[in-house]
């Protein structure tokens, strides 16, 4: 892990959240099979019928099991398997910040039979230095979720402190500048820079800890006590939420989170902080137009499955469903203003 502090994100954090863009989070590397039924189905586009598929499709992950994209996937997997009609198997490929799974999903044979799910980092490679992988690198299929960053520390770490709220935890941070630790996922990735846009709107100055595998490591160390606290999104800190091992003291939302009613913006505590992640689906360039037609008709039916609402709703992650054209147009001008922020954060 990595410490970042206040001084490398304060030139313009705030261009981030203004951005509201793409994310993803995890751990290590896994392999999990979403099953359905087994009967091939068959579909037309542009005039020519496909029997496609006809056997299970791979479906890779850049971060590991646990996070908030592992989930997502999974039960989205799980719908759009009712609708094709075979097994979707979750693939983590994890490393290097996400490059690993979202090169793998580039690169993979453009049979219909690998496909991905794409997240905030993608955005960032290529500024970084770090790959040269861009949006442009695949053929979107759909949005599936949008989730907001929210402020959740150790309960013990909050009691002992007599915070209990998010004016407290911004009083102690300004009383104890440069001490308070919270984590987010890898280097220059949504809940990274969650931290430092936070520390734009409020003045504070926090230690940002970089996990490379991802946020369910930094939830667990802010669990265990190793770090104050995390700035990812609420479903990925539930279970120690519910657990009691932490606390959300306010989520960067426009509206509370069904799941957490009791749990109150930033805006509601006067903090005008909202800060977003998405997540989609994408196929591989050079997929057949009929493979794509029938896959983006999965998609549309998965996002209105019923047991992925309930999935999703009693996770707490927000559905945000745009089509493969939407879709590609929300990543063509994300990939913008994240550039812009990148700039402006000095990443």
């Known amino acids: 892990m990595k410490k970042i502090s206040r001084r490398d994100f304060l030139a313009a954090s705030a261009a981030v959240g203004a951005a509201g863009v793409l994310t993803a989070c995890g751990g290590s590397s896994s392999t999990a099979a979403s099953t359905a039924g087994s009967a091939a189905a068959s579909s037309a586009a542009g005039g020519k019928s496909t029997d496609y598929p006809t056997k299970g499709i791979s479906v890779i992950c850049p971060w590991s099991a646990g996070g908030g994209t592992d989930s997502c996937l999974r039960a989205f997997c799980e719908a759009m398997g009712k609708n094709l009609g075979v097994t979707l198997t979750v693939d983590n490929q994890t490393g290097g910040g996400g490059i690993l799974g979202h090169q793998a999903i580039a690169d993979a044979n453009t049979d219909g039979y690998t496909i991905g799910m794409i997240t905030f980092e993608l955005a960032t490679y290529k500024k970084l230095g770090t790959s ?33 709220d998010l004016p407290g935890f911004i009083d102690y941070c300004k009383a104890h500048p440069g001490e308070v630790q919270m984590g987010g996922s890898s280097n220059a990735s949504v809940w990274h820079i969650a931290g430092g846009y936070l520390m734009s709107a409020t003045g504070i100055d926090i230690q940002m800890i970089t996990y490379q595998e991802g946020a369910a490591t930094a939830v667990q160390n802010a669990a265990g006590g190793f770090i104050q606290g995390v700035t990812v999104s609420l479903a990925e800190a539930r279970s120690f939420i519910e657990s009691g091992d932490l606390i959300c003291l306010g989520v960067m939302d426009e509206e509370r989170n069904p799941v957490f009613p009791d749990v109150p913006t930033c805006k509601e505590q006067g903090y005008d902080i909202t800060y977003y992640t998405q997540r989609g689906m994408a196929a591989p360039l050079g997929v057949d137009d009929a493979i794509m037609t029938r896959l983006e008709e999965a998609c549309a039916a998965a996002i209105e499955d019923p047991d992925f609402v309930t999935f999703m709703n009693n996770n707490g992650q927000a559905i945000s469903y745009l089509d493969a054209q939407g879709y590609a147009d929300y990543l063509k001008q994300a990939a913008v203003d994240v550039a812009a922020a990148m700039d402006a954060v000095g990443l």
């Open 132 to 164: 040269e992988l861009t949006w442009e690198n695949y053929a979107p299929l759909c949005r599936v979720n949008t989730d907001a960053a929210a402020i959740t520390v150790g309960a013990k770490w909050a009691a002992d402190n007599g915070i209990t």
